[in-house]
Each structure stands twice: as C-alpha cells, then as structure tokens.
C-alpha cells in the first residue's frame, strides 16, 4: 500500500489517533480495540524488535525520509502510512506532534503468570498505580536495574497507554509482564511460585531496605503502593515481610517510582553461583 496524504483530521481512517491526550476515551478504543499507540522512533523500533505489529503509522512529511525504512517495511507488508501537516495531525491527536511518528500498534496477548515468572528472581509488583508517568518510570527503572519482570494489579494503569510508554522510552516491550489477577490474592500464586513477597510500605514491624538486602531471598517479589494511599493493609498483611526506605529530613516517603528505583538497586540480583 503506498503512502496516504491526508488533509481531514476527521477522515475515519485516522480513528486509532484520535484525541490521545482523552484517557477516558482511549481506556474505550485502545484495550477494547486490542491497539496501543507508540509515540516516537525509538519507541516505535522498541516495539517492533519486541515483535510487535503496526496496524498503521501517522507521520509529517519530514520523517518519511527519516523514517524511510519503516516507511518500506510498511509499504511492503500493506501497512497504511498516513502523513498529514502538523496543524491536521495536532487537531486530530489533540498535542503537537515532534518526536518523529505515531504508529497504531496490536497489543500482545499477556503471557500467564507462570510463564513470565518460570525464570525470573526480582519482580516488581505495582498495586493500583494509576498514574501513567509514574507506571512509564517504574518500567525503566525496573529494564535499566535489572529486574527480570513487572506485574501490575487489576486497578493499576495500562502499562500500554500512550504516556506510559513514551516515559518508559519504550522498556515496556523490553521488560516482561502481566497483570496478577486476583490481588491481594496473587500473593499466594506468587508465593506457590517460590517468591517472598516483601511489601513496601510504612510500618512499625518494617525492616530496612539494607537488612533484606544484605541476606536477599533466592527469588524476590517487591511490592510498591499506589500514589498516596500506599499498600492497602490487606496486602501488608498477606505478604512475607514489610520493608522500608530509611529516610532522612524529616520525609516518610518517597514518590513510588523514585522508591522502585532505590528498592531496585538495593535488591538487584547476586550473581548466580553453579
């Protein structure tokens, strides 16, 4: 299929990339529609070497020739690129696109637990983590520090989400996941699977982060709160052991992504010994 021109932003062909920045509207068309959307080349090459596939693309003219490979793929497999005028695809998407090209990918169906789990030693787990920057940051925290996998709750944002992929510079489609299903329930398919699941959360039978760290457990399941709110306590309750950040400064807390990435450095895995 050669390259479609477009003028409209509001030719039908174009509805994968219509108002972006609406999550309510894109929690309907992207999960339902079994599409996410990728913003930018890297993200968008990320994906594809994951094995991802494009169901089309939407670029300005300029990153045809930039782009001018994925442009050839798409051509030879039959994959429609629309190309529009900044002003018709800003109308459209609702934001100013510059990072290069959006393309209108097709979700993987999620791996069972015990598949994404069969070799993993640190898990993060993320309990209702709503907001997609911070779910975009624990991804790359968890690809840049080592953890073998990412599991997120039924309430926790879709990791798949526009901006949670553009913060996660596309280490969603590198870091394996699943949602866990039920939760606090999962505790016990975690724990069946031979993980301690450590919570991470205040209290005052916490230990240090350097005490489970100086004597890690063999395979590792951290779980990280919800902005606010934190851990609920039956999930306190449920896991092995609660630990803690030590603090300094009079502050209790810390964002849940800058916590996953300390918790992450503290817990990355020893080496293995044969």
């Known amino acids: 299929m050669s390259v479609v021109r477009v003028e409209d932003a509001a030719d039908p062909r174009l509805e994968d990339y219509v108002s972006l920045t609406d999550v309510a509207l894109r929690r309907r068309l992207e999960p339902e529609g079994g599409l996410y959307v990728a913003e930018s080349e890297k993200v968008i090459r990320r994906a594809l ?36 005028e900044h002003d018709v695809i800003e109308r459209l998407t609702g934001f100013h696109l510059h990072r290069g090209a959006l393309a209108s990918m097709h979700r993987p169906a999620l791996l069972p637990l015990a598949e994404v789990l069969r070799d993993a030693r640190r898990v993060l787990v993320l309990e209702d983590v709503v907001d997609h920057t911070n779910v975009g940051a624990v991804f790359r925290s968890a690809a840049a520090l080592g953890m073998d996998a990412v599991l997120v709750t039924p309430r926790c944002a879709d990791p798949l989400y526009r901006r949670a992929v553009r913060v996660s510079m596309g280490t969603v489609f590198q870091v394996p ?36 760290a100086a004597d890690p457990p063999e395979r590792l399941a951290l779980v990280l709160g919800t902005e606010g709110d934190g851990l609920s306590r039956r999930t306190v309750t449920a896991a092995d052991s609660v630990v803690t950040i030590p603090m300094a400064g009079g502050v209790d807390s810390l964002n849940v992504a800058a916590a996953g990435a300390v918790a992450a450095w503290a817990l990355r895995k020893p080496p293995r010994v044969d």
């Open 49 to 84: 070497r994951a094995g991802h596939r494009p169901r089309s693309y939407l670029m300005a003219q300029r990153w045809l020739t930039d782009l001018g490979d994925l442009v050839a793929d798409a051509e030879r497999d039959g994959v429609p690129v629309y190309v529009g």
């Open 177 to 212: 996941w699943t949602r866990v299903d039920p939760w606090p329930g999962g505790v016990e398919q975690l724990r069946a699977l031979g993980f301690h699941v450590a919570a991470l959360a205040l209290a005052e039978d916490a230990v240090g982060l350097d005490a489970l």
